[in-house]
Structures are given as structure tokens and as C-alpha cells.
């Protein structure tokens, strides 16, 4: 009985939210109606913004990455979330998205240097092995 008292349950987590989620919490109970939305939208017309600023080196970024890259990346905003990364969202790795494209520049000089099968037949056995 004492080690099935001592066992962790999924409904512990819920004793002590973390506080972002009291924040949240707090602010959407303790606000208007009106108020939550606009400042929603807001935060969205801010990153629409931050998206429309960033399109141009979007691009330039996609046509310096090689074709197979470029096609999986295509639809994909790395300018924007490494932006958002570093000043909206508190991650860990706040340069995740730049440190794709840095990997993906690394590829394409190692493609140019001709040592790209050997590098190649590295990341296979790495990603098999693991």
C-alpha cells in the first residue's frame, strides 16, 4: 500500500500550475470581454507585421538554400519564428531556426567543397545508430 501511495499520478500536476498558466488564468478572468480579443488580435496584426518586414530576407534565405532544402522549407518561416524565439517566446534555444539555416550553409560549402558524401554517410550511420 505504501508504494502505490508513492507513485506519481497526471492529476499531481495540477496542484502547483505553473505560473504562466495563473497568469493566463488571472487575465482572462479578471478582464472584459472586449478586451481579451483586441489585445489578441493585436499580438496577431504585430506578427503579421513582423512577417510582412522579414518576406524579403525570407526569400533570400530560401534561394541560398539548396533545391531539396528549399522544397521541404518552402512553406516555412524561419526569420519569423527565430523572431519570435528571441523576443516574444522565452525559449531555451532561442536560435533554433538560425542554427537550420547556419546547418543548412554548412551543407551547401560542404556540397561545394565535393565532401558531401562523406558527410552524408556520417549523418546516416549517426541517425541508424541512434
Known amino acids: 500500500m505504501t508504494s502505490a501511495k508513492s507513485l506519481w499520478h497526471p492529476f499531481d500536476e495540477l ?15 479578471s478582464r472584459s470581454k472586449i478586451d481579451i480579443p483586441r489585445e489578441r488580435l493585436a499580438t496577431l496584426r504585430k506578427w503579421r507585421d513582423w512577417a ?17 532544402v528549399r522544397k521541404v522549407m518552402s512553406c516555412e518561416r524561419v526569420l519569423l519564428l527565430n523572431k519570435l524565439a528571441t523576443e516574444v517566446l522565452d ?28 558527410s552524408l554517410k556520417y549523418a546516416t550511420s549517426v541517425k541508424r545508430n541512434s
Open 15 to 29: 496542484r502547483h500550475p505553473p505560473d504562466l498558466l495563473t497568469k493566463a488564468i488571472y487575465n482572462v478572468l
Open 52 to 68: 510582412d518586414e522579414l518576406q524579403e530576407p525570407e526569400l533570400s534565405l530560401k534561394n541560398n538554400m539548396e533545391p531539396h
Open 91 to 118: 525559449w531555451p534555444d532561442k536560435f533554433c531556426s538560425m542554427t537550420f539555416a547556419m546547418v543548412s550553409d554548412w551543407w551547401v560549402k560542404q556540397r561545394q567543397l565535393g565532401s558531401s558524401r562523406h
